[in-house]
């Protein structure tokens, strides 16, 4: 018996607006083949290794001190990352770093959203961002994509226009369809805008398309990139999120956020593991490569995958997409049902976890 285990979720004085809700998250299953959450599939390097460990270690040292609040040298250092990547000079007063970019996002709803304000996304997209839009009391306003999953930005830029929502999302490479938006598509997107958007560039590395960095010297007052360490970083488990936008964001930022929200040890981390930034990113023109083999063979079993700018594959069709799911996990393979109706998104592994994707996908189709 677990003390207090009498007592249920119902009885608890929870928030009207949260009752009845589940958490986000996708099922942690024991599967041999894990292709559900658009992890890098390689571990890091040796030497990485080796250099995040020395990092912390020396930070163990004095961890009777709090950190540094406003994390300088990480901010800087992740400017110079951005900096090199996108060919826009920015410096350390651009950036702002949390536990994950799920944190960036909650503190940009914390700030610019809230009750009485709206956010507004183009569904299907990353759920987190209603989910973080509820949990900060932000109206959520759906604006639809195309049928075939691809943004119209003239039809979003009018829906904004219309709507003026506090904040925009766009997620480019968009999760869980895959793909990305062109400058020109953005910049309508922003001058329709009265407020703030968000660029949500998670799977920015793996896009052929230029980063939204390219508009911020344009549109200073509303342009937000949000970028993770999570995906082509191969730094998930490290939680570090972090964002791109003028300073005075960042000052406003600053009055949301937790002080000593980022640990010693998470930034110390972080910037040991972004002086191996190439060794990393190194396995993006695999995971690319494979992306494009993944697609291939899943046309050629009679799948339709969507076509992908990022390290994912949204496809379909099936007669009943969670059946399917279920099948994958008895081959021994876990992708994510994200719930839309005929589809499911499988990640792109090593190659022979792909193939082991591939095999359990011939099966499936017959
Ligand atoms: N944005 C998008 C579009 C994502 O897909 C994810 C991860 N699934 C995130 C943000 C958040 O990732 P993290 O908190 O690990 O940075």
Do not use: C
């Amino acid at each position: 018996m677990t003390v207090g285990e009498e007592i249920t979720l119902e009885q608890l004085p929870l928030r009207e607006d949260l009752r009845g809700g589940s958490p986000y998250g996708a099922p942690q299953l024991d599967v041999p083949i894990r292709l559900n959450t658009n992890e890098n599939p390689y571990p890091p390097p040796p030497e990485l290794v080796a250099d995040v460990a020395e990092a912390v270690r020396r930070e163990v040292e004095s961890l009777h001190r709090y950190p540094d609040r406003d994390a300088v040298a990480l901010r800087e250092d992740l400017a110079d990352y951005l900096s090199v990547s996108t060919r826009v000079v920015l410096s350390g007063a651009n950036l702002w770093a949390a536990n994950g970019s799920n944190e960036v996002l909650q503190q940009i709803l914390q700030a610019f959203g809230g009750p009485g304000r709206t956010a507004l996304g183009f569904e299907p997209s990353y759920s987190m961002h209603p989910i973080i839009s509820a949990g900060t009391r932000t109206d959520w306003v759906p604006a639809p994509r195309r049928a075939d999953f691809s943004l119209d930005t003239e039809a979003a830029a009018r829906v904004v226009r219309e709507r003026r929502p506090d904040i925009v999302f766009v997620t480019s490479p968009n999760n869980p369809t895959g793909g990305s938006i062109p400058l020109d598509g953005l910049r309508g997107v922003l001058e329709a805008a009265p407020g703030i958007v968000v660029v949500d560039e998670a799977y920015a590395e793996f896009s052929s398309q230029p980063s939204a960095v390219e508009l911020l010297a344009e549109f200073p007052a509303r342009l937000i990139v949000s970028r993770t360490m999570s995906k082509a970083f191969a730094f998930a488990g490290g939680r570090l999120g972090y964002l791109a936008a003028a300073p005075a964001i960042i000052d406003a930022l600053q009055l949301v956020r937790l002080p000593y929200h980022l640990s010693k040890l998470t930034q110390a981390a972080a910037r040991a593991a972004l002086r191996h930034a190439d060794a990393t990113l190194a396995s993006v023109h695999k995971l690319a490569a494979e992306r494009d083999r993944v697609v291939e063979s899943l046309l050629g079993l009679g799948f339709t995958p969507v076509p992908s700018d990022a390290n994912f594959v949204l496809f379909g069709r099936f007669a009943d997409a969670p059946a399917s799911w279920k099948s994958y996990v008895d081959h021994g393979v876990l992708i994510r049902d994200v719930g839309i109706e005929g589809h499911l998104r499988v990640t792109i592994g090593t190659p022979e976890e792909n193939d082991a994707f591939l095999e359990a996908s011939k099966e499936i189709s017959r």
